[in-house]
C-alpha cells in the first residue's frame, strides 16, 4: 500500500477523485500520494491546487482529475 499523506479526501472531493484516490492507495509501498496539493504561483487564479501528486522510484507525477 501506498504512502498517503493525506488520510483521506477532502471532504468536497468529487467522485472521480475518490475513485482515484482509493485506486492510488493501492500502489506499491515505494510510492507516496499527497492529495490536493497547494501551488505555490498559478498564471491566472490567486489561488490553485495539483489533484495528486505521486512520488516514486524513478519519478514524480502530477495528475488533475
Known sequence: ???LLT??????S???ELTMFERLAA????WT???SLGLARHAHKPLSEIDF???GPLCVLLIEV
Open 27 to 30: 500502489l506499491p509501498a515505494d
Open 53 to 55: 501528486t505521486l512520488v
Open 14 to 16: 468529487r467522485d472521480a
Open 7 to 12: 488520510a483521506r479526501p477532502a471532504h468536497d
Open 33 to 35: 500520494v499527497l492529495h
Open 1 to 3: 500500500m501506498a504512502r
